[in-house]
């Protein structure tokens, strides 16, 4: 079990903050609520991971469907149900959060929030405009939302509106916010989300080597960047570490290669 660390020598700074509380929720269409001036002083309070479904009401009418079940033997369909246990997670729901970031500029950070699942039919607002919309519940996914804030601490509003379809799912798939939704501040050079990818070509018992690929933003290009990676073990030891003294071009990844002794 390995940890890696990268980092630019340049007094780079990644925060990264959960955001579990001070969320308001409210079920069904809420028209205009995306905008900052939008009263939503009777939501309901909640903390994420968050899930509007298992509060129910349940029924077995949620789950109803005529099928014939071919596995079985059955040539007619008839009515069955549990396919998704009665619970209601079919609807539309929204939920809003204010949020403030001390000391961001635009001019000098980057910021994105990173979903790790939201169910489904995500549309994400800033301060009343559009950052980024993503269909499918089950993965994560992350946008930057760096032009659409406040800078120097200004109070900033969140807005999710998600939508479950009917039949959109043959199981209990959870609806609303239902995994941890993360804040990442970055300096406008900086390892992005996703920005680095690892490989073990080869693993045994003496020894295993490791491939890593890092990203790096530099969009001005005006940095000359060294890159350093350290790769500890599951008890905290350094076990590598390799220093790239002229890192990639913008957007362009910057290969390392690591021999691990005794990686068990």
Known sequence: MF????????????KEQLLCDGWKFALHEQKGAERTDYNDSQWQSVSIPHDWAIYGPFSREYDLQSVAITQNGESKASLKTGRTGGLPYVGIGWYRRHLNIEHF???????????DGAMSEAQVYINGQKACFWPYGYNSFWCDITSLLHSDGKNNIIAVRLENRPQSSRWYSGAGLYRNVHLIVTNTTHIPVWGTHITTPHVEKE?????????????DNTHKLKLKTRIFDATGNLVASRTTTECAPDGQPNEQNFLINHPA
């Open 3 to 14: 940890f890696c660390c990268c980092a630019c020598m340049l007094q780079a700074q990644r």
């Open 105 to 115: 500029n635009a001019s000098t950070n980057r910021a994105a929030l990173l979903f």
């Open 207 to 219: 020894f295993a080597t490791v491939k890593l690929r890092t990203t790096v933003e530099n969009r």
